[in-house]
């Protein structure tokens, strides 16, 4: 007896209505509003049909001709196409068109040129930030500590008098926030002689991390 029930294989969409209600509420959703949200896109149906292909069956791991399952000869022909393509568009040398997550990123760059509990300075997500740039929500939010900026209500604009007053403050305390921070400019003529003691450079040409001591 089959446990796979009749049509399974071969019934489109209309054999479950509940699903398929919800999905033309969403086109319909789609094409009465605007998106504003960044990572979203309204794709071409070419786009649509390809991810509704016979390829969502297909796992890969590894780059193309190089995988760790058999079977992927039609996976390696496609993403060789996206990434010959991607050359072509952007006129580079190399791509890499696998699909990532921005937060994955975010998170390699933090692990390779932070310690834990270090700062880091980005805008309030409240304000337009992303939210894997230390919400409390997320591993960056436990495991940093978060200096938030936000914008001016009179000019919705980045206030960068606060950006600054920020940057300075987390830098005096001995927290190495100079790691994200641009400091080969010279400081300014107002500012005070103990921020400006914070600019000594290390033998590698950043500026030293200082402490409350050597402030």
């Known amino acids: 007896m089959s446990h796979v029930h009749e049509g399974y294989f071969t019934a489109g969409l209309d054999a479950d209505p509940e699903l398929a209600e919800s999905i033309r509420g969403e ?19 070419l786009v649509l049909e390809a991810q509704g292909s016979v ?27 996206a990434i010959k393509r991607a050359c072509q568009v952007f006129g580079c040398r190399f791509a890499n068109v696998q699909p990532h997550s921005g937060s ?17 300075l980005s805008m309030n997500v409240a304000a337009g930030g992303h939210i894997s740039h230390g919400h409390p929500a ?11 900026y936000s914008v001016s209500r ?23 926030i100079h790691r994200g921070l641009d400091r080969s400019r010279p400081p300014r003529s107002d500012q005070r002689a103990d921020d400006r003691c914070c600019s000594r450079r290390s033998s590698s040409g950043l ?8 402030c």
């Open 55 to 81: 390829m969502t069956n297909k796992t890969v791991e590894g780059l193309p001709y190089d995988r760790y399952y058999g079977g992927a000869e039609f996976a390696d022909a496609i993403e060789a196409l």
């Open 154 to 176: 009179e000019t919705e604009r980045i206030d960068l008098d606060e950006v600054r007053d920020l940057a300075l403050r987390h830098w005096r305390f001995g927290i190495s």
């Open 138 to 148: 997320t591993l960056t939010g436990r495991d940093y500590t978060i200096a938030s």
């Open 27 to 45: 086109l319909r959703r789609q094409q009465d509003g605007v998106e504003l949200i960044a990572s979203e896109n309204i794709v071409s149906r």
């Open 104 to 120: 994955n990123a975010n998170a390699g760059v933090f692990l390779g040129l932070l310690k834990l509990g270090d700062p880091i």
């Open 207 to 214: 500026p030293e991390a200082p402490n409350l001591l050597s």
